[in-house]
């Protein structure tokens, strides 16, 4: 079983920054790749930004140059670093991981519970 646990969400003014943190645990054997997902109300779940175990980054064109995705020393963590931050990011943040887990090795996705973030004055 593996779960995702992310935190740091909250309320913040536009032009302001928070910082997301995600930690993995349970019967991982390796992470491929993590990433964040946000979903607005009455929209989609869209990507947010990804890292490859490689340190490959991949960001949606909306937050490049604002937000910044990195992996922790630990390499079951992840994180997300949201400056500048405007309205239009308000929205449910969801960790997500591509993670093989132990007994079968097999490769799955999983995802955390989500965390608020508010952006408005």
């Known amino acids: 079983q593996v779960q995702l646990v992310e935190s740091g969400g909250g309320l913040v003014q536009p032009g302001g920054s928070l910082r997301l943190s995600c930690a993995a645990s349970?019967?991982?054997?390796?992470?491929?790749?993590m990433g964040w997902y946000r979903q607005a109300p009455g929209k989609q779940r869209e990507l947010v930004a990804t890292?490859?175990?490689?340190?490959?980054?991949l960001y949606a064109d909306s937050v490049k140059g604002r937000f910044s995705i990195s992996r922790g020393t630990a390499e079951n963590t992840v994180y997300l670093q949201m400056n500048n931050l405007e309205p239009e990011d308000t929205a449910v943040y969801y960790c997500?991981?591509?993670?093989?887990?132990?007994?079968?090795?097999?490769?799955?996705?999983?995802w955390g519970q989500g965390t608020q973030v508010t952006v408005s004055s």
């Open positions: 997500n991981g591509d993670i093989r887990s132990w007994p079968r090795l097999g490769l799955s996705t999983y």
């Open positions: 349970g019967s991982i054997f390796s992470i491929r790749a």
């Open positions: 890292v490859s175990s490689g340190g490959n980054t």
